[in-house]
């Protein structure tokens, strides 16, 4: 990803919005929310694995066509639903924009304290939704190919969901996380970051793994978009230039 801008710090009000939401209900723990999202993944793959019977290797085309679908559906979800408070997923929207972008902008993205795991993963009963959301599609591709393919295509959408979550959390790490010396992770934390500006965060960089979805729907924030955000006419909300569109 091109370019390093970053807009003026947060005002003392989000600061002080930031210290409320960062404490917490005095029950929460940071650790447990973290292993029930990766366990539910970990629960899902393992017992996906105890069901395959000798599958071919046909079958396993059915990975990579997973993950595409994936991606695409979070692309879809994040732009229609975590930001904009459409019924019935109103919840969405009111975890997502009015407190995770309120408290995490383009140069403030790194949490301070292990409680803040609250803001940027999804609650554990959350992810275990998306999962059982996965069933249906997964018992149809069963009954179209075969049993194998169908919990194939539900431990990747599991497997993804974990993914999700823990690049989420890779990007709000304070930059000197060793994670930040892999160059990909670096690239994906500014392609994610660019979101997290105000100007930008309704209109471009949806995915949070990988851009696919970005690319193929033409929302992708260049370096021209952010500069274009932070400058003069930021305020006016005319801030779209250098989204890349794709031509129809």
Do not use: C
């Not at 629960?43 to 996906?48: K, M, N, Q, S």
């Amino acid at each position: 990803m091109d370019g390093d801008l970053r807009p003026s710090p947060q005002t003392r009000r989000d600061q002080a919005f930031r210290r409320r939401l960062r404490r917490g209900p005095a029950w929460y723990s940071p650790w447990g929310h973290l292993a029930a999202t990766v366990g539910i993944g970990v629960a899902t793959l393992l017992a996906g694995a105890s069901r395959l019977e000798a599958p071919a290797a046909l079958d396993f085309v059915t990975i990579p066509v997973a993950l595409v679908f994936a991606n695409l559906v979070e692309w879809f979800a994040h732009k229609h639903w975590m930001h904009h408070r459409r019924r019935p997923f109103t919840v969405l929207f009111d975890r997502h924009t009015p407190e995770h972008h309120r408290v995490y902008g383009y140069e403030s993205m790194a949490i301070e304290n292990a409680r803040e795991l609250r803001l940027v993963l999804i609650p554990a009963l959350g992810v275990l939704g998306i999962v059982l959301l996965a069933v249906p599609a997964a018992l149809v591709a069963g009954l179209v190919a075969n049993e194998n393919v169908g919990w194939l295509f539900l431990m990747t959408s599991a497997g993804y969901v974990v993914g999700y979550e823990l690049s989420h959390l890779a990007y709000h790490l304070p930059e000197r996380s060793f994670v930040y010396r892999l160059p990909l992770l670096r690239a994906l934390r500014e392609h994610h970051a660019r979101h997290h500006h105000p100007a930008l965060m309704q209109k471009a960089n949806f995915n949070v793994t990988l851009p696919l979805g970005d690319f193929l729907f033409g929302t992708l924030a260049s370096a021209d978009a952010v500069a274009a955000a932070i400058g003069p006419r930021a305020s006016s909300g005319t801030a779209t230039s250098g989204i890349r569109r794709r031509s129809p």
